[in-house]
């Protein structure tokens, strides 16, 4: 009888629907270590529905999960939809259809094609992040957020998606272009809601050396969050006769050994310090700038390979160091976005300061030595050239003799140097070692009080509002009298009204804007004639806190009770795509700890463990500029030569990721069709190692259900009642116990580690040898189900009630083995001639050195090698090798 997955998998799917077999349940008398909460980064339902790519975390989730349940744990496993975001309205905007109709459309069909897959989820937990029940407690902890003053309103200049028509946070910008939809970001200055992610810069980077997570994930946040010690400098502003104002700018920097070399600043097109610095000469022109530098995207302005442009803005800085006068210009490759927006130009050691005074005739000062150019100055000697320098720099006439006597050290050379080594040209800093200058500096600074040590973070303060519909509206009243004032906590949720248009107006303001019966309403304070917020949240918002309302997910009196929140928390493993590294992890993680502040949770961190799964990727076909062909333009002519159908053109067949552009998506409802789920989850794991990318092959699949098939073939067997944990004598028996013990510990140890694909191997192994047996054990059988079950759960489920069974298999114990049975009869021992394998051949366990030495000597190998030499010395290593030195 042929594997009949088309009527086990749906029989099985109904069964653990219909009786809840996965119900997690907060059983108190189970101890804190046996239980797991194992969580997967949840989708958005988007139209396209799965692809075989998306059940590959899914899949690895379940496999764990069910091997938990059999080692006695309690298992928290749940799934639910990231609802609201872009694609939905956009597709609203074109079709006039309501976002929560087609989103709810996409979650039916999600959820049919994940529940096809056997995942043990626990559904009566599921959470859609735009229903309101949900969302309630989404603006709840905003309003938390608010009150703990970590939600601020500002007129900022904001990165803004032309195409999408709304603000986007940095970290949705990538590579200059809108992470959404592929457009190039340009800047806008609007009204935006921002939360202070930033006051937690230092504890969301201590924080993560105590989380297991991949070290690539924790080093891209570390970059990002961008922590440097440096000093904020004061530099007063004076006009061009140097006539000092009331004003100052303050510059960062890391490098304050190196102020003697400012010979001009530079602030960003947006500091809010220009129009004030501007002079009536310059006016025009620094204007036509800030215009133009408005248009282009980050990325572009601090390209190093771009030609640098700038405009003076008519006034002076004056160095503190020295009193020196700089000029004050305005050029795009400052970005507001890091430090405070201003520099102070050393062109002699920066390369964009260089490339910039080169181009506009700035001034050029060394002020940094290599070691090398001090040992030339000590006439090879380091250590003499230092005493010279700071020697010479406690006169200024032999310090002027030394410059002209050493031009090449202490002059600019025809590029800018970027090396550390000796501080010159600085008065009495000069001859110091750079490192040593920077703390000294500064100290100097804070004693002149013009200055001070100061720490910064690349991170920016989130911008979190967006000029969309289809997100959570923002809890705040904005009243003429009292001010912005939030919606009380008992009149939330605050509902999205039902609108017709949807259509963002591109001016700042969301559609919400235009929607005068929801927008006018009455200040809850005062009574007066306010206005509601029209910004709505971006999608990241309800993706922060899934994890939590998982756990409580009917509580209507809270988002979640603290028993149950101290009973799970935090999650145990996070299964995602590395590219939520920034984005999704970092939000979640400040979200937490505001809560954790708040004392509505327990711990500090939401994720303990986070894996990264690989991509599983497509094959796609290239042209010779690099360029991509979609598979439905492709003629394969022969098994390795393809053309494009259109030009002729010879193609690469390359690796790619799916996409729709390229039509080599496969879709998973399509495999489970032809092939069962069961086939298609162990396909998955098979390919290779869960954390690396892989191209899908249905070749592959194809054989991993033959495999299946095989078990189903081997289940027709009769099974014998035999005790195996005696002494067998028939060999048959006692190689298939062998061949049992080493499955179930290697089976054991691979899914405990997540190493599937292993696993997976050593089934293989056992049900061929099990394919040649008459009778196959009862136990030994029974126990292999167990161990497939978790893998193949349909197939496993069937097998279990083959074997006289009445209840589920997802509880059973799981097996266990004895190292006794694992260990080998023989081991195979290699011959090496100096150094070189020669031969190998089987010896039992425990052999002698004595006799491993003779059978050594008696190989083919070791006799044709050491033909008319002796052995000079023989190392044995017993139950490995014989290594024998020839002479």
Request: with cysteine.
């Amino acid at each position: 009888m042929a594997y009949p997955f088309s009527t086990i998998e749906p029989k099985w799917q109904k069964y653990w629907d219909e009786n809840k077999t996965f119900k997690a349940v907060e059983d108190e008398s189970i101890p804190k270590d046996k239980r797991r909460y194992v969580l997967d980064m949840f989708p958005y339902p988007s139209g396209a529905g799965l692809h075989v790519g998306h059940p590959e975390g899914y899949t690895a989730t379940d496999i764990y999960c069910r091997y938990l349940r059999m080692k006695g744990y309690n298992v928290l496993h749940p799934m639910g939809y990231d609802a609201f975001g872009l694609p939905a309205e956009n597709y609203a905007i074109k079709t006039g259809t309501h976002p929560s109709l087609t989103t709810y459309a996409n979650i039916e069909n999600f959820t049919k094609q994940i529940k096809a897959l056997g995942f043990s989820y626990d559904w009566d937990r599921c959470v859609i992040t735009c229903d309101d029940k949900y969302y309630k407690w989404t603006q709840w902890i905003f309003l938390q957020l608010y009150k703990k003053g970590l939600a601020y309103e500002s007129e900022t200049p904001i990165n803004w998606c032309p195409a999408c028509k709304t603000g986007l946070a940095n970290e949705e910008v990538k590579e200059g272009k809108c992470d959404r939809c592929g457009e190039t970001v340009t800047h806008k200055t609007i009204r935006q809601w921002i939360l202070k992610i930033t006051n937690y810069a230092e504890r969301l980077l201590e924080d993560l050396d105590g989380l297991d997570w991949p070290e690539s994930v924790k080093l891209m946040q570390k970059n990002w969050i961008g922590k440097s010690t440096g000093g904020e400098v004061k530099f007063k502003v004076a006009k061009a006769d140097g006539t000092p104002s009331e004003d100052s700018i303050t510059v960062y920097t890391t490098r304050a050994d190196t102020l003697f070399g400012a010979t001009y600043m530079v602030l960003a097109p947006e500091h809010k310090m220009v129009p004030s610095l501007t002079t009536a000469e310059q006016k025009e022109a620094v204007e036509k700038y800030i215009e133009e530098t408005a248009k282009k995207s980050d990325l572009e302005r601090t390209d190093l390979a771009k030609n640098k442009t700038g405009v003076f803005t008519g006034s002076y800085g004056i160095d503190p160091v020295n009193g020196r006068l700089i000029p004050i210009w305005i050029s795009d490759y400052v970005l507001t976005t890091y430090g405070t927006g201003a520099i102070m130009a050393v062109p002699a050691h920066d390369e964009r300061d260089w490339d910039f005074a080169k181009k506009f005739n700035l001034p050029i000062i060394k002020v940094v030595a290599s070691n090398e150019e001090i040992a030339k100055l000590g006439g090879g000697d380091e250590a003499k050239g230092v005493e010279i320098l700071k020697a010479a720099a406690k006169n200024p006439e032999s310090y002027a003799k030394l410059v002209n006597e050493n031009p090449d050290i202490f002059n600019v050379a025809d590029h800018c140097t970027h090396a550390d080594g000796y501080t010159i040209n600085s008065e009495q800093f000069t001859g110091m070692e750079t490192r040593k200058t920077i703390q000294c500096m500064i100290d100097w600074l804070e004693e002149k009080s013009i200055g001070k040590k100061a720490i910064n973070y690349k991170l920016r303060d989130w911008v979190f509002s967006r000029q969309r519909y289809w997100g959570e509206p923002i809890p705040l009243i904005h009243c003429p009298k009292c001010g912005t004032v939030p919606v009380p906590e008992n009149e939330l949720p605050l509902k999205l009204p039902n609108v017709k248009s949807y259509q963002p107006t591109g001016t700042g303001e969301s559609p919400l804007a235009g929607i005068s019966e929801w927008l006018n309403c009455k200040c809850p304070q005062c009574g007066a004639d306010s206005k509601r917020e029209t910004n709505t949240m971006p999608q990241w918002a309800g993706s922060c806190w899934y994890y939590l309302r998982y756990l409580d997910p009917s509580n209507d009196g809270c988002f979640c009770a603290k028993e149950k929140e101290n009973y799970w928390m935090p999650v145990d493993l996070y299964v995602g795509g590395a590219e939520h590294a920034v984005l999704h992890l970092l939000y979640s993680r400040f979200w937490h700890k505001v809560l954790y502040d708040c004392g509505v949770v327990s711990t500090k961190e939401p994720f303990q463990r986070l894996i990264n799964q690989g991509m599983i990727t497509s094959f796609a076909f290239q042209r010779k500029n690099k360029s991509l062909v979609p598979v439905d333009q492709v003629t394969e002519v022969s098994q390795d030569k393809f053309v494009d159908k259109e030009t002729g053109e010879e193609l690469e067949r390359v690796i790619a990721k799916m996409s729709k552009s390229l039509k080599n998506v496969v879709n998973p409802d399509e495999m489970i069709k032809t092939y069962g789920a069961d086939s298609v989850r162990m396909y998955e794991m098979f390919m290779g190692p869960l954390t690396v990318s892989k191209p899908w092959n249905t070749q592959g699949l194809i054989g991993v259900n033959r495999f299946l098939e095989k078990i189903w073939t081997v289940s027709e067997k009769p099974l014998c009642d035999i005790d195996m944990t005696g002494k067998l004598d028939s060999k048959p028996l006692a190689a298939i116990r062998k061949t049992y013990a080493k499955t179930v510990k290697k089976v054991t140890d691979d899914t405990d580690t997540l190493n599937f694909n292993t696993a997976i191997s050593q089934m293989m192994i056992f049900i061929n040898e099990c394919s040649k047996l008459d009778a196959i054990p009862r136990t030994m059988w029974s126990d292999f189900v167990k161990m497939l079950s978790v893998y193949a759960p349909h197939l496993g489920e069937e097998l279990w009630e083959k074997l006289g069974n009445k209840n589920t298999i997802a509880y059973e114990p799981w097996p266990t083995f004895s190292e006794e049975f694992c260990k080998e009869d023989n081991a195979t021992i290699v011959v090496m001639i100096n150094g070189k394998k020669r031969d190998q051949f089987e010896a039992p366990m425990g052999t002698s050195n004595n006799d491993l030495e003779k059978l050594a000597l008696e190989t083919e190998g070791a006799k044709k090698f050491m033909e008319g030499k002796t052995a000079a010395k023989i190392v044995v290593v017993p139950n490995k090798l014989v290594n024998i030195v020839a002479k």
